[in-house]
């Protein structure tokens, strides 16, 4: 395996994606991060989009093997993936989901996946209240809405977990503060 990482971030929204991702981008040397948001289209036509989308994503960080660099994510195909399952789309994006898995397995990255969530799921009351706007712009996410994420998102570590060895699967409590989530992170990652 390459020594370059290729971290992806998920969770629900308001389990602190945005405070990881930005604290492993200033303290890791040589990373880039990518926010991404998926396609706003939930319609079928919008599958073919995603498809296109996430296919070319891979393709892009193949080119980006042995480069010495590392890539960080905030959010990638997973989320696709979840809100499917979810229902917030109306198509299905598991086969879709399944081959692009396989071939992010096999990039030439050491592949951490990382999954945030809250064990006092009444944290995400304030979480969302303090994201209010993100709320307010996408209606179907509320606390339940996120409590719901957090539960897929779980069972997606763990089939992943179960099913592909190379990628080290984390799922990272984030109740405490900030500092006691840093360190969790840098013994994730090694720096």
Do not use: W
């Not at 990482?5 to 990518?34: P, S």
């Not at 998926?38 to 995603?50: E, I, Y």
């Not at 979810?86 to 096999?106: A, G, H, M, P, Q």
């Amino acid at each position: 395996m390459a020594n370059s990482k290729l971290i992806i971030v998920e969770g629900a929204q308001g389990a602190g994606k945005t405070t990881v991702t930005d604290f492993i981008r200033h303290g890791l040397k040589y990373t880039n991060l990518y926010r991404l948001y998926g396609t706003s289209d939930s319609s079928p036509a919008g599958k073919q989009k995603a498809e296109d989308m996430y296919y070319d994503l891979i393709d892009y960080i193949k080119k980006l093997e042995n480069k010495s660099i590392n890539l960080l994510f905030d959010r990638t195909f997973f989320t696709e993936e979840i809100y499917c399952r979810l229902n917030f789309k109306e198509y299905k994006f598991t086969d879709v989901y399944e081959k692009l898995l396989e071939k992010f397995s096999k990039l030439d990255f050491d592949i951490y996946y990382i999954t945030l969530y809250l064990e006092d799921t009444n944290l995400f009351t304030t979480r969302l209240q303090r994201d209010k706007k993100a709320v307010v712009d996408y209606a179907k996410f509320n606390i339940q809405s996120s409590i719901n994420q957090q539960e897929q998102y779980l069972k997606m570590a763990d089939e992943i977990l179960s099913k592909y060895s190379n990628i080290k699967v984390f799922k990272v409590s984030n109740d405490t503060n900030e500092e006691e989530l840093k360190n969790k992170i840098k013994n994730i990652l090694d720096f």
